[in-house]
């Protein structure tokens, strides 16, 4: 790990509450609108292929990839077991909190593509999960971390709490950068309602998100 940007305020959380405790019970609801889920799933048919081995890091019930593709496969790490066992696009999972635990169980240069999804923004050490991560995708292999301005606000550090969106997207930038990984590239776009709202114009979940191949 090459470099410390936290400090001690900026991990720390209104809830300090045991993580474990917080997501004990299941979610299976969506966080996140039907305008921000299209654009996700159209960005990752985009971007990745079939052939990828893919861990959806700090994943949930639903994986958001395309329903038509069918990749070599796809590995699930998430904080409740009984979410990750409901979703059916993985073929394998753990449970660990990588808020007292950054070691990822996973060997050197395995995975193609890393997906993190409204995740980021929950970590207390993400230098470290950034550094494992580096270590656990290819060479060539790609980082995906996408996110709204949507949160479980009492369990987000105040890194990010007190953060605008274009500070979101610098912030995971900058702690990229400090463990090694090339410059990234930014998507910040508004998504529109479809459906019975699209005549009204209403925008739907903000996207953003931060992609970078590992060198």
């Not at 048919?45 to 861990?55: G, P, S, W, Y």
């Not at 796809?74 to 990588?98: C, F, P, T, Y």
């Amino acid at each position: 790990m090459t470099g410390i940007l936290l400090n001690t305020y900026q991990r720390s959380k209104v809830d300090d509450n045991d993580d474990l405790i917080f997501y004990s019970q299941p979610r299976l609801v969506n966080h996140l609108d039907d305008a921000f889920r299209a654009r996700l799933t159209q960005l990752y048919r985009d971007q990745l292929d079939e052939d990828m081995a893919i861990l959806d890091l700090m994943s949930s019930w639903v994986s958001h990839l395309p329903d038509e593709i069918t990749y070599r496969r796809v590995i699930g790490h998430g904080m409740n077991s009984i979410e990750l066992e409901k979703n059916d696009r993985l073929d394998a999972h753990w449970v660990q909190d990588l808020n007292k635990n950054q070691i990822l169980p996973l060997e050197d240069a395995s995975i193609d593509a890393c997906l993190m999804v409204a995740a980021w923004q929950y970590l207390q050490y993400p230098e470290k999960v950034a550094g494992e991560l580096k270590r656990v995708v290819k060479k060539g292999g790609q980082l995906i971390v996408s996110f709204s301005n949507r949160a479980f606000w009492t369990k987000a550090p105040r890194i990010w709490t007190e953060g605008s969106d274009f500070d979101h997207l610098n912030y995971v930038k900058d702690v990229l950068i400090a463990q090694g990984w090339p410059e990234a590239q930014f998507i910040s776009e508004p998504t529109q309602k479809a459906g019975f709202f699209s005549f009204l114009e209403l925008n739907g979940d903000p996207f953003f998100s931060v992609l970078v191949n590992n060198n």
